[in-house]
Every structure is written in structure tokens, then in C-alpha cells.
């Protein structure tokens, strides 16, 4: 449905029948940094956040702004992008925290998730972040044992019981059996206990799931949440937040990239409406995309050291895996791949591509038609921005790639490969 060159970064180009993003050369990239190998394109990142804004502003009429989710991938370069976008920046954890106010994220930037957070977390949440989303009545309860002074706007995350359909199972969030959230009677507690200890409740939220094409389960979640806000009696500046979830093509088999601009639609319509029915003030719209602001501007870059064949079956062998890309070992997920040399060829063969990592279910990509594989070839692997760096582990001693900023012709590592002694130094 979708061509395969479309799944990638907007600056991709074929030149001299090879791979170019953002006017860089990828085989010479692959060279000067090693494999495997993380790209980032800034063009692409720009874009979609460009997209977030002008929708805001068309659709919305209030106050509105986009916090990034940076589960889906952090590190101080790309606070310092969001911030020159002004977006905060949504942190889970002291960990994420400390990133993000390093790079220069000032307190109005920094708002905190946590399905359970640790004293520490909670701790660095008050020095540095102006938002706590609290999670839970024990959390907030916590809270209020542990603050002192400097209390930052607390809003409500809500189960709404409603699910999204996303890839997998494990990335929805919003259904009824959900370990995220408060239920309405607990949401309705916890408005209460702030009320009656003075503690600053400015806002509610909720996240359904991740990696959704079709808005339309937002809109029941959307409504349950307007009325608690209505009961809860929200009157002046308040926060109203949907999460994020907005989906990516990863495979040419999906429908292309959904448009940013309609996901904002109709939730900016939805809320515009759901106020006016309720005569509640329109709040200011949080909306806290993750994929769908990185993940197709970035592209992964591996080395096939083998091939092998089983029958019917090819294996291309490649030098990363489920080490810094779990998502096929978690949920199955569908990935797709062009070689950087001659990447229009004939593709005649079904081919698999494995790590190197000592399990059978350390898989890339399954029966994907490709041209012959032969040891030594590059292959690129678009839409992987998002969820694979940032849930990236060790196993088998492995150390995490490295991650370059292409910017027009200019490539900056962003993040160093991590070497042995990294390993060693907690050790
Ligand atoms: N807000 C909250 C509270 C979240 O938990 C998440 C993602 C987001 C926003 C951003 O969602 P996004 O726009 O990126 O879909 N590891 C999985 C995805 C897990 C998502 C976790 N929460 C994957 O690789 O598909």
C-alpha cells in the first residue's frame, strides 16, 4: 500500500543508486561511525513538529501546547530540539529528569509521569518539574508527606476505560483491567484530598495507548474525562491532556504515515464541544506525542555478516538485534528495509534478518522480499526514531550503537557507542 522508500525520513533521496538522508551519503556514514548505526533526521523531526503546532493553532481555539514523550527516545540533543519547538518535555523518572534539566529544560518544561514513582523520583520531580501527573491515591498521599515547599501543579491521570487499537496488547493503556490510572471514583477521591490539603490540582489526564491510527475511542475518553472535570468544578486556568499514541507506518503493507493533522482535529472539535455542553472553561490543550514526532526520522543501519539458507527460508545475519531494537521481540512488530547499495533492485527472494544475540526470537524482520543478500551489504531500516535506543539493553555484553544528527549535509554524533569500559564502569 505504501512504497517502501515513503517509510523513510522526508530528506531521503537515491543518488549514484545509493541511500542519501538529509544529503548524507549512508555508506559513507556507516564507515565513519560503524554499525550498527542510529540516524536522526532533523528535517523530518522539524516537519512533524511544525505539523503539531499549525494544527494547535488552526483547530484550537485556547491556549494549547505539546509536551514530547521522551520514553520514545532521550537524550540532551533532542531536548534541546524540543525546546527550540517549545514543547516540554514528559519525563518518567528521576532518570529522564536529570537528562532533560541537564540539556536546559527549565522547571515550566519538565512534567512528570510515573505509573510508580520512588521518593526519588518524586524528590527530583519537585526540584525540577513543574508538572506531576500523579498516577495513584498512595502517590498522592506521598506526596503530600514529602512536600515541603515548592509544589508543583499536580493533575490527575485517568483510566477511562475505554482501549484503543494499537499493534500489541502491551501498548494499550486505557482499558478497564489497566495498571495505569484512577478509575472516576478514585479520580473523584482524589480531587477531594487535594481540596482538602490545599494541594494545587490544575489538571487532568489520560493515555489510552500507543501506536493508533483511528482517533475515534478517543472521543468516549475524551467526554468521561470533561465530565470529571465538570464534577471536580474546574473554573480558572486548567489542563486538559488525551496523552499521545499517534501512530507511523512502519511496513509497506500499512496504509502511509497518518497525517498529524487529523488526529488534532478531532480532539481540538471533541473538546471545543464537550466544554461548550458542560459550560466548562476551555482548558489549555496538552497534547504528549512520542512516536509520532521521531520515529520516521529515524533510520537504523546494520551490516549483514552472514547468509544462511534453510530451505526455503534466508537468514541475513546482522551485527544488531533485539539488543537495541526489542520491538519484534516484544510485540511482533513489523519492520521494513532497503539496501543501501542499489536499494531499487529486483526483489526476488523473501529474506530474514537476525541479530547476533543468543536467542531464537532475535529477529528484525520476517520474509521481507529483498534483492540477493550477500555478507558485507548495508541495509537501512526506517521509522526507527522511536521505542528502540530508548528500550535498548545489554544483553549479551552488547553496546548500545551510536545516534547521529544529520542536519543538511551534516552529520554530529548525538549520542557515543558505548564501549566495554561502560560496561565494566558500573561493574
Ligand atoms: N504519554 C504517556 C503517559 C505515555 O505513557 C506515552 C507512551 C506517551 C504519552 C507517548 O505515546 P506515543 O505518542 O509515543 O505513542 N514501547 C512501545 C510504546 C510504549 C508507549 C509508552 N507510553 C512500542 O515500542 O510500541
Same mark, same amino acid.
Do not use: M, V, W
Given at each position: 500500500m505504501t512504497k517502501r522508500l515513503d517509510l523513510f525520513p522526508l530528506s531521503t533521496k537515491i543518488q549514484n543508486d545509493r541511500l542519501f538522508v538529509a544529503n548524507c551519503d549512508l555508506t559513507q556514514l556507516a564507515e565513519r561511525f560503524g554499525t550498527p548505526l542510529y540516524l536522526y533526521d532533523r528535517l523530518t523531526l522539524d516537519s512533524a513538529a511544525k505539523e503539531y503546532r499549525s494544527a494547535l493553532d488552526k483547530f484550537y481555539p485556547a491556549a494549547s501546547s505539546v509536551t514530547y514523550a521522551g520514553k520514545a527516545f532521550l537524550c540532551k540533543a533532542i531536548v534541546r530540539w524540543a525546546l527550540t519547538h517549545d514543547f516540554a518535555l514528559d519525563c518518567t523518572g528521576a532518570g529522564e529528569i536529570a537528562i532533560a534539566a541537564v540539556a536546559g529544560a527549565k522547571k515550566e518544561n519538565i512534567l512528570v509521569h510515573g505509573v510508580n514513582k520512588s521518593d526519588e523520583d518524586l524528590q527530583s520531580a519537585f526540584q525540577f518539574a513543574s508538572v506531576v501527573v500523579v498516577d495513584n491515591l498512595d502517590e498522592l498521599r506521598r506526596i503530600r508527606e514529602l512536600i515541603a515547599e515548592n509544589i508543583p501543579d499536580l493533575w490527575l491521570r485517568f483510566l477511562p476505560g475505554v482501549s484503543v487499537s494499537t *499493534? *500489541? #496488547?502491551?501498548?494499550?493503556?486505557?482499558?478497564?483491567?489497566?495498571?495505569f490510572g484512577m478509575t472516576d471514583d478514585e479520580i473523584l477521591a482524589a480531587a477531594t484530598f487535594c481540596r482538602e490539603n490545599n494541594l494545587p490540582l490544575k489538571g487532568i489526564h489520560f493515555h489510552q495507548g =500507543?501506536?493508533?491510527?483511528?482517533?475515534?475511542?478517543l472521543l468516549p475518553a475524551i467526554d468521561s474525562a470533561l465530565d470529571l472535570a465538570q464534577k471536580i468544578n474546574f473554573r480558572e486556568e486548567w489542563h486538559f491532556c488525551p496523552g499521545g499514541g499517534w501512530g507511523a507506518a512502519? *511496513?509497506?503493507?500499512?496504509?502511509?504515515h497518518p497525517r498529524i493533522e487529523d488526529y488534532v482535529r478531532g480532539i481540538a472539535a471533541a473538546v471545543v464541544a464537550g466544554c461548550a455542553r458542560r459550560n466548562l472553561p476551555l482548558p489549555r490543550l496538552r497534547l504528549e506525542p512520542g512516536r509520532s514526532l521521531v520515529a520516521r526520522s529515524g533510520v537504523a543501519l546494520y551490516r549483514v555478516g552472514a547468509v544462511k539458507r534453510r530451505g526455503e527460508k534466508v537468514w541475513a545475519l546482522i551485527d544488531g538485534g533485539m539488543a537495541d531494537n526489542p520491538r519484534f521481540a516484544l510485540y511482533g512488530a513489523k519492520y521494513s528495509c532497503l539496501t543501501v =547499495?542499489?536499494?531499487?533492485?529486483?526483489?526476488d527472494e523473501r529474506v530474514s534478518f537476525a541479530g547476533?544475540?543468543?536467542?531464537?526470537?532475535? %529477529?528484525? %524482520?520476517?520474509d521481507l522480499p529483498m534483492p540477493n543478500i550477500q555478507r558485507g551489504d548495508l541495509i537501512a531500516v526506517p521509522v526507527?526514531? #522511536?521505542y528502540q535506543l530508548s528500550m535498548a539493553s545489554n544483553y549479551n555484553g552488547a553496546r548500545r550503537p551510536a545516534a547521529i544528527w544529520l542536519d543538511d549535509g551534516n552529520a554530529v554524533e548525538i549520542l557515543r557507542r558505548e564501549s566495554a569500559s561502560d560496561l565494566l564502569d558500573r561493574d
Open positions: *499493534h *500489541h #496488547a502491551y501498548t494499550q493503556t486505557g482499558h478497564h483491567e489497566s495498571k =500507543s501506536n493508533f491510527r483511528d482517533a475515534k475511542p512502519y *511496513h509497506e503493507d500499512e496504509a502511509p =547499495s542499489s536499494p531499487n533492485q529486483e526483489r547476533p544475540y543468543c536467542e531464537s526470537g532475535d %529477529i528484525l %524482520i520476517e526507527s526514531g #522511536a
